[in-house]
């Protein structure tokens, strides 16, 4: 371990995962290293065994929840954007070969205790149930000029300019209505909360196109894609492409001390008495607890089922968004239900996530809106994590911290803290210019 890296990489949590992925393909000289014995941290994927060891101590699953080693329950539950940044991330490194995709069957929204599909088309608006008839025609107008909006085209801009027309100045020129503001700046534009409404609609219209885009793409029911036997695989794919270009990988290092020089430079790890040096360290924030303030925490459900969601048209996977409003929260709450067609659970079993920012200190109770609308459950377990962020100055002491995963069930926030962390820690920007269709051939219909 004595030798000198560019970079040591602490946790197998998927954001370093990538960055690992990433620095090595550039050349840079890689040793990744993990106090745990499996790849993932934070964001590792768990048998029904390992599931009950977390969350009720040694007790043994009960036989009727079928084979425990084709449970595959996610930590941190995501789908991924069909267009988005991790994609265009996995078709530019080429993790894709390593990886098969399925699309994922529904995006649904809540409204007044009811769920609905999310319409992201003009066409869809007017089918919608979720609008009355004249706000239908509304939906329509705002849902054409979206699909016609080209940055580069001044005549699609109807004369506003979105770097400086704020999302309410837009919503308001189509004379929207509170309820579908909800579901088209949650459900489709993924914010989750109101403070988007007061920014630059530039952002709002991109994050709503990029969602049609990505809907478009494979035919299905949802905007979303997702690995075959669950999100553990993506770290996996990511350590194979770093070890592939010469990265190291040391897991079950216990310790794992961040060792810095007298001006608070990090200039090496040590674990087990020996240290390896190095010019820039990145972590996840449980190895540099001392860099990292407390900003929030995740209060999450994860169930176990025999049935799909009900009123979902018994999709074996779907995203539901519960915007703030219709809650009375300051922030969205998520369910997220994959199956055993994702090969995540035994056949007849689904596993259902319900997730939060916490506002209170009662995930049961906070999360029961998300859990009254999954029916029947076999098994239920709820658990809570802090949500960090990195206080420290990247150029004083070369370590570069991520933030911990937040609620949302999709990976577009957990892939822009991964792309500024890059441009960080190489100074350039990483070109994400891919042709999309690469990753059709890994996509199962």
Excluded at 11 to 25: D, F, N, P, Q, Y
Excluded at 351 to 376: C, Q, R, Y
Excluded at 395 to 402: A, G, K, T, V
Aim: proline residues 4%.
């Amino acid at each position: 371990m004595d030798e000198e890296y560019d970079v040591i990489v602490l946790g197998t949590g998927l954001k370093e995962c990538i960055l690992s992925g990433l620095l090595s393909v550039d050349g840079l000289k890689v040793l990744h290293m993990d106090r745990n014995d499996y790849y993932g941290g934070e964001s590792s994927s768990l048998n029904l065994t390992q599931l009950w060891k977390r969350f009720r101590g040694s007790d043994t699953p009960q036989e009727n929840l079928g084979a425990i080693r084709e449970y595959n329950v996610d930590m941190i539950p995501k789908f991924i954007m069909a267009n988005g940044l991790l994609v265009q991330t996995l078709i530019h490194t080429d993790v894709t070969k390593y990886l098969n995709f399925k699309a994922v069957d529904g995006s649904f929204v809540y409204k007044k205790g009811k769920i609905y599909k999310v319409p992201a088309t003009d066409v869809e608006a007017l089918k919608s149930p979720l609008m009355g008839l004249f706000e239908k025609r509304r939906a329509r107008k705002f849902f054409i000029y979206v699909q016609d909006y080209d940055e580069k085209d001044p005549k699609s801009h109807e004369g506003l300019d979105l770097s400086k027309v704020t999302a309410r100045e837009i919503i308001s020129k189509y004379g929207l209505e509170d309820d579908t503001i909800d579901f088209i700046g949650h459900a489709l534009a993924l914010h989750n909360d109101d403070d988007y409404l007061d920014q630059p609609a530039i952002d709002f219209v991109n994050r709503i196109k990029l969602y049609a885009e990505s809907l478009a793409r494979f035919q299905g029911g949802s905007p979303y894609i997702y690995p075959l036997y669950g999100l553990g695989e993506l770290p996996q794919a990511f350590a194979r492409l770093s070890a592939v270009y010469g990265g190291t990988y040391m897991l079950n290092k216990p310790e794992c001390k961040v060792e810095f020089d007298s001006s608070g430079k990090a200039i090496g790890v040590t674990s087990a008495g020996e240290t390896a040096k190095c010019k820039k360290v990145v972590c996840d924030p449980s190895y540099l607890s001392d860099k990292v303030k407390k900003v929030g925490k995740v209060a999450r459900a994860v169930c176990i089922m025999s049935h799909p969601i009900p009123d979902t048209n018994e999709a074996h996977s779907v995203q539901i968004i519960l915007p703030q409003k219709q809650l009375g929260r300051k922030s969205d709450m998520y369910l997220f239900c994959c199956s055993y067609a994702h090969n995540v659970a035994p056949k007849g079993k689904y596993i259902a996530f319900v997730t939060a920012e916490a506002e209170t200190d009662n995930p049961e109770e906070e999360l029961k809106p998300g859990i009254e609308l999954l029916g029947p459950i076999d098994e239920i377990f709820y658990h809570s994590y802090d949500s960090y962020v990195p206080t420290n100055k990247q150029e004083e002491d070369n370590c570069f911290i991520s933030g911990t995963y937040d609620a949302t069930t999709h990976f577009e926030s957990t892939v822009v803290d991964v792309l500024e962390m890059y441009t960080k820690i190489t100074g350039k920007t990483l070109d994400l210019s891919v042709d999309l269709s690469a990753a059709s051939a890994t996509a199962e219909k």
